[in-house]
C-alpha cells in the first residue's frame, strides 16, 4: 500500500511530517512496511498520485485541485481519500469523487478539545465574559452576575465528536442537556434527544444553546430569525459549527434587541471575516477565528490513529468507521 501524504505549502503547524508518520506506524505495528510520500506542492502531488492508494490531504486543496472528471486520470490506483478535517462540506457535491474511492474525515480528533473549549465557552457566557471584553475597550465598568451552570439548560444541536463532547461535559456540570440529531437515538450525556425536526419544540427550554452539527442542504440556515425568537428571552448562544448553519444579520439583530443575552461564535459565513463585518460590532458577541477544535501537539498524531483504524477495517472486510456517506454529506 502507497499512501501520499499532500500539505498545505508553508504550513509549520499542521502539516504531517515524516517523523510523526514513523510515531504512527510504530503505534500501528501491523502497517509495517507501509510507504509513504510527502509533498507540499503541485509538482510532488502529480510525481505521487499515479501511484498512489490513499491520498491523505487537506479540504481545501481537495476543492481546489480536483474539479469532476480529474481524479481516476490523476490517481488510477486510489482507494481512499482521508481528509484531516471533520468537515467535508466545502467539498460538496460530491461529483468530484468516482464512486469506486473512499472519502474519509478525521472525525474524532476534535472531541477533547471541541469539549473543553465549549465547556469555557458555556461558562463564559454565563458569566457575561462577551459584555466585559466589549466593556473594556470602552473603558466601562458595569458589574454583572451570572448563574452556576449547574441546573441550568442547555440545547446541543449536533452530537457528534463535537457536540457529543460538549454535551459531556456540560453533563459533568450539572446542566440539564437536550440533544438534537437527524436520527433522536439517545446519548448518554442527554436528558433526552430529539430529531431536527422536533428542533422548535425545544428551543424555548434552551437557556443556552450549543451549535455543534455538520453543514449540510438540512442545516443551512437552521437558526433564522424565527427561531431566534423561540429560544427564551435572555439565552446566550454558542457556535461551533460552520457560519451559514445561522443567519448572521438575525443573530445581530437578536443581541441588538436585548432578546439574547450574548453569543460566541468561532466560525463565519466568510473567513476571514472581513473588515466592516457587522458581526465585529454587535453587541455582547465574542469571536474566535475558527480554532476552538484544533490542538497542535496531539492533532496529526490523532489523524494518523483515525486513518489506519479506518485502512484496517478496508483491510479486514469491515466498513469504514469515517467514511462520508456522500448522500447525507458527512
Given amino acids: ?72 486520470a490523476a490517481a488510477p490506483q486510489l482507494k481512499v481519500v482521508f481528509c484531516t478535517s471533520a468537515g467535508v462540506d466545502r467539498l460538496m457535491p460530491f461529483d468530484w469523487l468516482p464512486e469506486d474511492v473512499a472519502l474519509l474525515n478525521n472525525s474524532g480528533t476534535h472531541a477533547a478539545k471541541a469539549g473543553e473549549f465549549g465547556l469555557m465557552a458555556l461558562l463564559m457566557l454565563a458569566n457575561h465574559i462577551p459584555t466585559f471584553a466589549q466593556d473594556q475597550v470602552k473603558q466601562v465598568w458595569a458589574p454583572r452576575f451570572g448563574p452556576v451552570l449547574a441546573g441550568r439548560t442547555v440545547c446541543v444541536v449536533g452530537l457528534g465528536s463535537l457536540g457529543g463532547a460538549i454535551a459531556e461535559r456540560a453533563a459533568q456540570f450539572g446542566m440539564t442537556v437536550i440533544g438534537v440529531r437527524g436520527r433522536p437515538a439517545p446519548h448518554p450525556a442527554c436528558a433526552r434527544v430529539v430529531g431536527q425536526d422536533a428542533l422548535d419544540e425545544v428551543l424555548p427550554e434552551a437557556e443556552f444553546l450549543v451549535l455543534a452539527c455538520p453543514l449540510t442542504p438540512e442545516t443551512r440556515g437552521l437558526m433564522d430569525a424565527r427561531r431566534f425568537a423561540l429560544l427564551p428571552r435572555g439565552a446566550r448562544v454558542f457556535n461551533i459549527a460552520r457560519g451559514p448553519v445561522w443567519d448572521e444579520d438575525a443573530l445581530c439583530d437578536a443581541l441588538e434587541s436585548g432578546h439574547l443575552a450574548s453569543a460566541i461564535t468561532d466560525v463565519a459565513s466568510q473567513e476571514p471575516l472581513p473588515a466592516g463585518h457587522r458581526l465585529w460590532t454587535a453587541p455582547n458577541l465574542l469571536i474566535t477565528p475558527h480554532m476552538s477544535a484544533d490542538d497542535p501537539t496531539t492533532y496529526n498524531d490523532n489523524s494518523l490513529d483515525v486513518l489506519f483504524r479506518n485502512l484496517r477495517a478496508m483491510r479486514d472486510g469491515q466498513p469504514m468507521p469515517q467514511r462520508i456517506d456522500t448522500r447525507r454529506g458527512y
Fill in 1 to 72: 500500500m502507497r499512501i501520499h501524504i499532500q500539505n498545505p505549502e508553508g504550513d509549520a503547524l499542521f502539516a504531517i511530517t515524516p517523523a510523526q508518520w514513523q510515531a504512527a506506524l510504530a503505534r500501528h505495528p501491523d502497517f509495517a512496511g507501509t510507504e509513504a510520500s510527502f509533498a507540499d506542492d503541485e509538482a510532488g502531488r502529480q510525481a505521487a498520485l499515479p501511484q498512489a492508494d490513499v491520498l491523505v490531504t487537506w479540504t481545501k486543496l481537495l476543492a481546489r485541485d480536483f474539479k469532476p472528471g480529474t481524479l481516476p
